[in-house]
């Protein structure tokens, strides 16, 4: 699989072969992963890279994702959004002060946004709370406000001291105007 993930003519097969060598996990996946990530042509395969990625809490992984959303040009919002969701999952301390900014990011469908509000959630940090619940505040574009309350949803169901606070503020939001 290490070695189709780099061979296959067929973005589509190494996409699905990246998604499985992240749940294969072990350093021949991960390695593989990280060298596909880099190189592959095609957004969508580096977006599963991405993805797949977030499954290794480890440095190696969480400075190749930096790396990734440092650049200027950085491919598609969907490949940037999973690199955001990606990095907050391989909890990393650097993750925090690296995601918050890109919740005001704009792009589109507010991928980019809602994969930072969807990385904090998977740092598992209670610090993020207050960060979150003022995302799903009115004012706030309504792909947004929806992407940090399906993040506090993740943080409440994954930290407990967070819980209370959570349930009350997506009660709150139910009384809310707006489709989303």
């Known amino acids: 699989a290490s070695a189709a993930v780099h061979a296959h003519p067929q973005w589509l097969v190494r996409d699905h072969i990246a998604g499985q060598l992240g749940k294969r996990g072990g350093d021949t996946a991960r390695d593989a992963l990280l060298a596909r990530f880099a190189a592959d042509d095609d957004p969508r ?38 690199a955001l969701r990606s990095l907050g999952r391989t909890q990393d301390p650097r993750a925090v002060a690296i995601l918050t900014p890109h919740l005001d990011v704009e792009s ?39 992407g940090a309350a399906a993040a506090l949803a993740t943080l409440g169901d994954r930290v407990a001291a967070t819980r209370t606070a959570v349930v009350d503020r997506l009660i709150e939001m139910l009384r809310e105007p707006g489709f989303r």
């Open 45 to 82: 395969v580096r977006r599963a890279c991405a993805d797949a990625l977030g499954a290794f809490k480890e440095s190696v992984v969480a400075d190749a994702l930096i790396a990734e959303i440092g650049q200027a040009d950085f491919g598609t919002p969907h490949l940037r959004g999973a």
């Open 108 to 146: 589109w469908g507010d991928l980019i946004a809602g994969g930072a509000a969807k990385g904090l959630a998977a740092t598992d940090n209670a610090d993020v709370l207050d960060t979150l619940i003022a995302r799903t505040q009115p004012g706030h574009r309504p792909r947004v406000r929806a």
